[in-house]
């Protein structure tokens, strides 16, 4: 867990397995239905006193490794968040008919969304951050 004063996020607790083209998609889609588990208990077992406060997480495909639950405390910060656009970092919306949770069975009352997003460094990395929780 990192943290600061407008946020904190926590990372997958395990090593590079889960995105491993060996690891079957029983396994991967079990880790997607506990990922979205904790963040729905997160989602209720926030304090009610705080002046700002969304948890949203998101599922990295292919890289589930990368996945995160973040915990917003500044509006703004949330606000900006989505906002991608380079050089090194690009998000696009995907709008789409498609679910990632109806396609491997997962069911939440959370509102999903996707981006498609493209990093740039020495290579070029792309994959679909699937965004649920608290998203305006």
């Not at 996020?9 to 880790?31: N, Q």
């Not at 509102?111 to 965004?131: A, N, P, Q």
């Amino acid at each position: 867990m990192l943290k600061n004063s407008r946020y904190e996020h926590f990372h997958v607790p395990s090593d590079p397995f889960i995105e491993s083209e060996r690891t079957k998609g029983k396994i991967k889609t079990e880790f997607c239905r506990a990922w979205i588990s904790t963040t729905e208990r997160f989602i209720l077992q926030k304090p009610d006193d705080l002046p700002f406060c969304k948890v949203v997480a998101f599922i990295a495909v292919p890289h589930y490794w990368s996945s995160q639950i973040i915990v917003f405390y500044d509006e703004d910060y949330y606000r900006s968040f989505w906002e991608r656009t380079g050089p090194e970092q690009f998000w696009t919306k995907i709008d789409s008919e498609y679910s990632f949770c109806k396609e491997h069975t997962i069911k939440t009352s959370m509102s999903e969304i996707c981006y498609r997003e493209k990093l740039v460094d020495d290579e070029i990395v792309e994959g679909d951050l699937w965004f649920y929780g608290e998203l305006s």
